[in-house]
């Protein structure tokens, strides 16, 4: 699902009705309760969503709205709904943008999301080069500086080809590396600065995506 170019409204904010439906919903993840409540995710969830990626698009490009649908096929977790609707504008090769909207507000954030073994070799190889390693650490400590958190998947112990006591370590541990920022829920989630504020977010990892692009590319 993509954004629609004739988006039904102009983004104003996300309403409390949007936090509301998935309490809800994870209070009763069910059939019963999405079919009573459609209307209100429709009106309250995805339109919002659809008004904000559709204003940052310009800048950024179009966006992905993911499904609603969890995929249960192999998960010992039965429950048929996301508790949360995300979407994801890809950049540059392997990185891009993403933001939420869930029962406890607003997260947006980004990076690179490994696809295959020979990304995350990629990664790992520019982490430990100098020049390239030291530029992504300036560039997380800065992100960390501004609230945004380090996620990724990574490994527990030391990769390997690796030293444990390499300056880098912990960063060498991540087989992708992802950075978001967590708003919960203040008073502007429901104004127009919440599109200020995403896009902030977005330009303020930037420079991460290009480093990906540069040093890790789409292998």
């Known amino acids: ?10 983004f104003a904010g996300f309403p409390v009705a949007a936090l509301g439906f998935y309490a809800g919903l994870e209070a009763d993840n ?8 459609k209307t209100q995710w429709e009106n309250e969830v995805r339109e919002p969503m659809l008004a904000l990626v559709d204003a940052l698009a310009d800048e950024f490009g ?9 995929d249960i096929r192999f998960s010992a977790d039965k429950s048929p709904y996301k508790t949360h609707l995300g979407a994801f504008v890809a950049s540059e090769p392997g990185s891009g943008y993403y933001v939420e909207i869930n029962a406890s507000g607003l997260r ?3 990076g690179f999301r490994a696809h295959s073994t020979a990304q995350t070799a990629n990664l790992r190889r520019a ?23 380090v996620h990724g998947e990574k490994v527990r112990t030391t990769p390997r080809g ?12 991540h087989k992708e590396l992802m950075v978001i920022r967590d708003f919960g829920d203040p008073e502007w989630l429901a104004t127009k600065r919440a599109l200020t504020r995403v896009r902030e977010t977005w330009r303020a990892i930037r420079p991460l995506n290009e480093w990906v692009a540069e040093h890790v590319g789409g292998a």
């Open 1 to 10: 699902m993509s954004a629609d170019p004739t988006s039904p409204r102009p």
């Open 30 to 37: 069910s059939k019963a309760y999405w079919t009573d409540h």
């Open 62 to 70: 179009e966006a992905k709205l993911f499904r609603p649908n969890r």
């Open 108 to 110: 947006a954030g980004g």
């Open 127 to 149: 982490v430990d080069a100098s020049a390239s390693g030291l530029q992504l650490e300036s560039l997380l400590d800065g992100l960390r500086r501004k609230q945004f958190e």
């Open 162 to 173: 690796y030293a444990a006591d390499h300056p880098r370590i912990e960063t060498l541990r």
